[in-house]
């Protein structure tokens, strides 16, 4: 198979990371003997199973498909290198069950987009929000009914601009829904606040890291109400509100700042740390 199609994979890596967050590359690096596939094919697994690209077909590239679908059900999956031989039994490495007699080495790389933040409300919070999710290394998805709120003039070029009704009635997370999520809402009034957080159970986004709310508890009590009352369950989700860490400070950037504290020691607590963050501290400023 000539070399010239395997770049096309790399191209379909990139899109797959915008829509899906995450695809598994494997690439032959070495081969012994006779094999179907020859260093550097490549092929993408998907989290739905399907793959782009080849290895040589058969028995081989299913049982590598296998392998790096289950590597894209871990939260911070490590690359891999494996070995798979074709015949019907190995000493070593992954036996195939063919009998071509010889061995292929193929890394298995998991590669990850930025997770996105998404901010429904554009306010003053809101972009200030915006602001500090990009510092983060956050993708960023304002989402907001009011067109002045959009502005591209108020916002970074990178992040992303939803419109939406008084209702957040549309799939306003639709661009990013396979993504891994986190959710802030913001928005300027109790019943907008409402009418997202439904929008948001209602679309029922698979990997939704993070979910909170703004507002007193008084505010937030009666906001779960209304989105019970209206048909969704808070059954099993874990919203933090009121949103943000205790830290203090009431103006929209202090506000902002103990937002994404909270966003992302969510997002670090996915991911069991290595050693006592005391001790990395140490090692950092030494």
């Given amino acids: 198979m000539s070399q010239k199609v395997f770049p096309e994979v790399l191209q379909k890596a990139v899109e797959i990371l915008g829509s899906d967050g995450r695809v598994a590359l494997c690439q032959i690096v070495r081969t012994e003997g006779s094999t179907p596939g020859k260093p550097g094919w490549k092929m993408l697994v998907r989290a739905n199973g399907e793959s782009v690209g080849n290895l040589g077909g058969g028995a081989f590239e299913a049982l590598v498909a296998t392998d790096a679908g289950l590597k894209l059900t871990e939260n911070w999956p490590d690359a891999e290198l494996k070995r798979y031989y074709f015949t019907e039994k190995a000493v070593r490495g992954e036996p195939t069950g063919m009998v071509c007699g010889g061995m292929a080495e193929v890394f298995l790389e998991v590669m990850m987009s930025a997770p996105v933040l998404v901010v429904c409300g554009g306010g003053p919070v809101g972009q200030a929000l915006a602001v500090a999710g990009e510092l983060a290394d956050f993708e960023v998805l304002v989402v907001e009914d009011r067109p002045e709120f959009l502005e591209p003039s108020l916002y970074g070029e990178a992040v992303l601009r ?35 957080l439904a929008g948001v159970l209602r679309q029922a986004p698979a990997n939704l890291c993070y979910l909170g709310l703004m507002g007193s508890r008084r505010k937030i009590e009666r906001v779960k109400q209304e989105v019970v009352a209206a048909g969704h369950s808070l059954d099993g989700v874990e919203l933090h509100a009121p949103i943000g860490l205790p830290i203090g400070g009431d103006s929209p950037g202090e506000i902002a700042i103990s937002i994404l504290a909270e966003v992302l020691q969510a997002k670090r607590a996915e991911k069991a740390p290595e050693e006592p963050a005391e001790q990395a501290v140490l090692e950092e400023v030494s």
Avoid: M
């Avoid at 209702?167 to 913001?186: C, E, M, P, Q």
């Fill in 162 to 196: 939803q419109p939406t009704d008084r209702r957040y009635s549309g799939d306003f997370l639709d661009r990013v829904k396979n993504r891994d999520l986190h959710v802030a809402i913001v928005t300027r009034c109790w019943e907008t606040d409402t009418a997202a």
